[in-house]
């Protein structure tokens, strides 16, 4: 009789035993393990080990243990998946592993305003794993350019400025390919026509297109301002565009953070090929990142019979144009009175 009541105490405590390891191991999976109100996003860099993936979370874990034994059992920390995570208040450590596993979140990516690769491989940088340096090591590797057709001068028109759903662990490489994609997809058939009738190509359009986004920021002044460019284009003239020569005047001195309002006479005669005041041809490539709006406005330039434009010094970021020379050069008088004015010598 002894005996069976120390067996069945035995058996009593083992039960308790029993339920309260059950209970410890519901709570470690199901209970919420989340220290924040908010949704947080967790950054697991390529190549990442599971104490760095320990170290993200513990800002937002209440109990690290739990969740370590969890992920454990779960075979996470030993099959760790690089990428932007999401996770959310309340989460358990069962629903905070299941998201670390599947839930990368895409980065919504933008870029425009690129004034050359290196400036658009920084503002890659802000938004994906991929630094700056890794990025236009990819932008400008020869093998990838020649086997695309495209040249260190010219690839920024590879880079069509929209937003972009890609992955923040996205490498150089893969962003350089998806962009190629997606120039390929813009590129439309109906586009290359259009480009081919006006008797230029693509990339062409593009090095146009950035001389005109540079003129004006009028969205709906940039179709007869492409087609000043385009009669003058035409007709075998210098385009003569300021903006071409603000950009041959930084490259030459390599200070491209230099802010400069107004082209001098003698920067008119450096010899950049650039320059559109000294050389008939097109630049090598586009002297900035044109937009869409730009691209079209090209494409779908205005026909009218004007040669000339500047500043229209009464209607602020509008232009006067002009279909002759002496037209021109009474509006220029008027816009060189107004800078002068302002005190604008550089």
Known sequence: ?????????????????????????????FSANTSFSEDKLVYVPTGANYQ??????????????????????????????AGRF??????????????LRRGNVPVKL??????????????????????????????????????????EADALAMYIPNQYEVYWNTSAEEFRSRMKREYERFWTEEKRKKAKEIGLNPK?????????????VKVDERPKVAGVYMNRYKNGWKLDADPTVIYALKNK???????????????????????????????PGPIFMADISAINAVLNYEDHD????????????????????????????????WINKQGIKR
Do not use: C
């Open 253 to 283: 001195t390599q200070k491209w953070d230099t802010v400069i309002k107004r082209v001098l006479y003698k920067d008119l005669e450096l010899d950049s090929p650039y320059n559109t005041y000294k050389f008939k041809d097109l630049p």
């Open 52 to 81: 760095t993936v320990i170290d993200s979370l513990q800002p937002f874990v209440e109990d690290m243990n739990s969740f370590d034994m969890v992920a454990r059992k779960k075979g996470y920390a030993s099959n760790i998946k």
């Open 1 to 29: 009789m002894y005996i069976k009541k120390i067996l069945l105490a035995i058996a009593i405590l083992g039960l308790v035993a029993l339920s309260i390891f059950s209970y410890y191991i519901y709570n470690s999976i």
């Open 306 to 337: 004007y040669f000339y434009f500047v500043a229209d010094v009464e209607n602020f970021g509008y232009h006067k144009f002009a279909k002759n020379l002496a037209q021109h050069n009474r509006n220029k008088r008027e816009y060189v009175r």
């Open 204 to 216: 062409e359009v593009s090095t146009l297109a950035s001389i005109v986004h540079k003129e004006t």
């Open 110 to 151: 933008t870029f425009n305003n690129q004034e050359r690769l290196e400036d658009l491989a920084g503002r890659i940088a802000q938004q994906i794993e991929a630094d700056s340096i890794a990025l236009i090591k990819a932008f400008k590797d020869e093998d990838f350019l020649t086997e695309n057709n495209f040249t």
């Open 86 to 99: 999401a996770i959310k208040p309340g989460m358990n450590n069962n629903e905070l592993v299941n998201a």
